[in-house]
């Protein structure tokens, strides 16, 4: 075969047009849609993080919102928590978050401080959304410096979810205001008449740590750092590593190897500290029956708890702000998403919803007796508020903690390396 | 094909003059032609890695945390990096990685290459068999199965309790889940398995005949003939592998449920990047960290083709 040296102009044409139509592809695919389309639909984008059944709900309630208001489009976006995160990092740098999204305490002060979060208290002054009707004061966790820039939609509380066949056995009853010591004692007696660990890791978990440091007059967050001092955490980590070896705390080993199952539902230990309204997946996942349980206490009295939540938050450069706020108010008020929903992101947080759903597996009734059991206490406190970067702490701690339990680092090495962590977190 | 220095004749009214200016000029469209062919190419290297990569050299100066602009801080960031533990334990982690993964995969690669290297029935199948692992083995289904076998009481535990060793699953320990990950890496031997192949084929059947004929036994037949003269492919393989080890991430991602761990145990180099870049959202420190692995693998890479002359032997330079 023969080139010739000769290249037709066709060709060439045919190549600038491939690569104009490359490059225009490139061009495209750069920018996302603004959501206006010609007949005044407006396009808004909701993203949340969870599981399956969660995302079957919302689903639903997005139909049921775009039947009521026929001009707004919902598109949804949903991944688990680790993606959720980093993917909104990187869109909300390039400006392009989604309109509506689920959020947590722990990254409100963050995203406030890079300009993500609207605002929304000129959205109820407008009209556009209700900030009435929330329970137990909930909406506050909203709250920073006096802007609103979350909406709860569930309110949780941590708490002690026990094998019940195994605390019968051993024949251990956990009651209110029962302290750390008779904790650690019902450990002890179910390691030694049933033979396995009494918790699957209760030191590494920041929120419970917290509430400890609350019994004790301290918290691990202040507005801008740690509430609490090396030596504690040095402390905490050292009974905790010692509980390991003793057998009082599961083989962290194990734990780790069983993921994603959790230590209790495979029968690695018989309790374990979680939010409440996560309580509902030990029944599907263990072969016990579970229940849940009051937090121990230092004096007797006080528990530390305070009511946690998820809520919504919008983007501070929506180009919709009236719809994403009429989508808000909607999610958060309208009863039948109420039903829908039920406590899959905690206990409803406004009159309308928790009034329009009535639990009917023992697992709801469980957590919604158990909540009003606490809220009866009078032991509810407020949060503590969480600096930007307690999303990163809160890993590391995380992520220490489990150095320590599986021997790798020293409690007082370990608390150092959270400190300069934390600190580094703090800055950025 | 011929090479013709006269152009073949033309219709007479499209011939055009010999003059050096047409020339010129059509070879000026000619080149026009190829660079508007590859522009396609050169605008996603210019958009999507040149770009990119000056960009990142420039944050691997600054403190940029991806809203706000980013800000010029010297050589900050690779002073923290060299005092960060996690750091240290990452590049701890890495080099444990590619000394013990490269090596066993190189040798497993090479005693199948040795084997499929005689002629025997079936051989397409073999090859083809041993060879797919290396086609699918970049992906996250893998490391889910990766993950499904290590685990506790899952297929490899209860192997080693037969045996009567009990570790209790890889994955969550700490001392173990790095091998798993090295058993992954050689799983996928397929690649330099291809390349020792077509290597082994090159080794003209003359030298073997002729050590038959002195009396060399295969043993030694390995060592004098078929090692040197396939040094040239041994050396190719170690480079690109051991390039290619340096940069694992994926298997160290998913195997260990993004979080390289437990106990930081899979913090390989790239995952520690990752999560300084993505989830602790320090552009700046996880752009100092990838230019400090490009001069590492550059200068892995110069002294592997430093040490060629003292043990890859070519053909020219032998005769």
Known sequence: ?428 | MTLVKEAPARPAGKRRPAAPAAGRRGRRRENLAGYLFMSPWIAGFLLLTAGPMIASLYYAFTSYNLFTPPKWVGLDNFTTMFQDPRWQKSVEVTLKYVVVATPLKLLLALGVALLLAQRRRGQGLYRAAFYMPSLIGASVSVGFVWRALFSDDAIVDRGQKILGVDVGGWIGNPDYVLYALVALSIWQFGAPMVIFLAGLKQVPRELYEAAEVDGAGPVRRFWNITLPMISPVLFFNVLLESIHAFQVFGSAYVVSDTRCGPADATLVYTCYLYQKGFKEAQMGFASAMAWTLVLAVGLVTAVLFRSQKKWVHYEEAGK
């Open chain 1, 1 to 428: 075969m023969g080139t010739s040296r000769h290249v037709e102009r066709r060709t060439v044409l045919k190549a600038a047009g491939a690569a104009a139509a490359t490059l225009g592809l490139a061009a495209t695919t750069g920018c996302g849609g603004d959501g206006g389309s010609g007949d005044g639909t407006v396009t808004l984008r909701y993203a949340w993080w969870g599981g399956e059944p969660r995302a079957i709900a919302i689903k639903k309630t997005i139909a049921l919102f775009e039947k009521k208001h026929p001009k707004i489009r919902i598109k949804p976006e949903f991944t688990d928590y680790e993606a959720f995160w980093e993917k909104f990092q990187t869109q909300a740098s390039g400006g392009n978050p989604p309109d509506v999204f689920q959020n947590a305490v722990g990254f409100l002060r963050k995203y406030d401080k890079r300009g993500v979060l609207m605002d929304l208290k000129g959205q109820a002054d407008a009209g556009n959304l209700s900030l009435e009707n929330f329970r137990n004061g909930v909406l506050a966790n909203g709250q920073v410096d006096g802007k609103q820039i979350g909406i709860p939609v569930g309110a949780n509380t941590m708490a002690l979810v026990i094998d019940l066949k195994a605390f019968q056995k051993a024949g251990v009853t956990p009651e209110f205001g029962w302290t750390w010591d008779e904790y650690f004692t019902a450990l002890q007696t179910i390691q030694d008449k049933l033979r396995i660990a009494g918790d699957t890791g209760y030191f590494s978990i920041m929120y419970l740590y917290d509430l400890y440091l609350r019994q004790n007059g301290k918290a691990f967050f202040t507005d801008s750092g740690l509430g609490f001092t090396e030596d504690d955490l040095t402390q905490w980590w050292e009974d905790g590593h010692k509980r390991v070896k003793s057998g009082l705390v599961a083989d962290p080993k194990k734990v780790e190897q069983v993921k994603p199952k959790s230590a209790l539902s495979a029968g690695l230990a018989a309790s374990e500290f979680t939010w409440d309204n996560f309580s509902i997946r030990y029944e599907g996942e263990g072969e016990s029956d579970y229940g849940l349980a009051p937090i121990p206490t230092g004096d007797g009295k006080d528990t530390g708890q305070y009511l946690g939540s998820l809520m919504l938050s919008a983007f501070s450069g929506t180009k919709h702000p009236e719809e994403a706020a009429r989508f808000i108010d909607f999610m958060v008020h309208d009863p039948e998403v109420g039903t829908i929903m039920g406590y899959d992101r905690g206990i409803l947080a406004t009159t309308e919803q928790y009034d329009a759903f009535t639990p009917t597996d023992d697992n709801n009734k469980g957590v919604k007796a158990y909540e009003e059991e606490v809220a009866a206490a009078g032991a509810l406190g407020k949060i503590t508020p969480h600096p930007s970067g307690a999303d990163v702490v809160e890993a590391a701690f995380l992520r220490i903690g489990g150095e320590v339990a599986q021997g790798k680092s020293k409690p007082a090495d370990a608390a150092k390396a959270l400190f300069s962590e934390a600190k580094a977190a703090f800055a950025g």
